[in-house]
């Protein structure tokens, strides 16, 4: 299940976009601020955001420097044409005013979804601070050294390596791998992890991937 995280202090607007999303088989998440988006986005990776401009403290145009790596759609009453350029020249992958017809912006948000599905299937080769991985042979290599991932091994890697900076939750982990390896289970996630630890620290000689207690895992700094 795609998520979609709505940054909006409008109420009405929000509840109303919540159920429609909803009703699209969406996950949502709510942030009435910027600053409350950042600290959701410390413990959860949504697929898109829809992000206000007029925002109580952390604004829409200071927080979306911050969303790299995450399509982030601006819905906002500003109509200054200068200000689209300026956003998406910014980031922001589309720009929809308020007033909205909401059956337009679903549209909207699906075109950005499968074009995120689209560039990760076409997508094979990953990489991160000398660390490789080739998703087509399950194959990880660092200075040479290769070692074979199973199918649930690579699609943990693969998914950690295109969020490098963000904490993945084991919940969002577990959704997202999902279609590449049906047969991890939450039960079955931490051995999993286990193994790739193991198996990159054995070619790489650092451990690469990190625990953050409560919440999931995240590829380590240094």
């Known amino acids: 299940m795609k998520q979609i995280l709505i940054v909006d202090d409008d109420i009405p607007i929000g509840n109303g976009l919540e159920e429609a999303l909803r009703k699209e088989k969406y996950d949502v998440l709510r942030a009435y601020s910027g600053t409350e988006a950042l600290l959701l986005l410390s413990r959860s990776t949504p697929d898109l955001i829809l992000l206000d401009l007029m925002l109580p403290g952390l604004n829409g145009e200071e927080l979306l420097p911050r969303l790299k790596g995450i ?9 200054d044409p200068e200000d689209k350029v300026g956003l998406l020249l910014g980031g922001a992958v589309d720009y929809v005013t308020k007033p909205f017809y909401l059956k337009e912006l ?3 948000i699906a075109v950005q979804l499968r074009r995120v599905d689209e560039r990760q299937t076409v997508e094979r080769f990953f990489s991160y601070g000398g660390l490789v991985l080739d998703a087509d042979t399950h194959m990880a290599s660092f200075d040479g050294r290769q070692t074979r991932l199973t199918r649930t091994e690579c699609a943990i890697l693969k998914l950690l390596l295109q969020n490098p900076d963000r904490v993945i939750p084991k919940s969002n982990l577990l959704d997202r791998i999902s279609l590449d390896t049906p047969d991890c289970t939450e039960n079955s996630l931490k051995i999993h992890v286990s193994n790739l630890r193991r198996k990159l ?3 790489s000689g650092r451990d690469y991937i990190e625990a953050v207690w409560g919440i999931g895992f995240k590829l ?3």
């Open 201 to 203: 620290r054995d070619i």
């Open 106 to 108: 679903l549209a909207r």
């Open 71 to 79: 399509p982030t759609i601006v819905v906002s009453a500003k109509i």
């Open 220 to 222: 380590r700094i240094s």
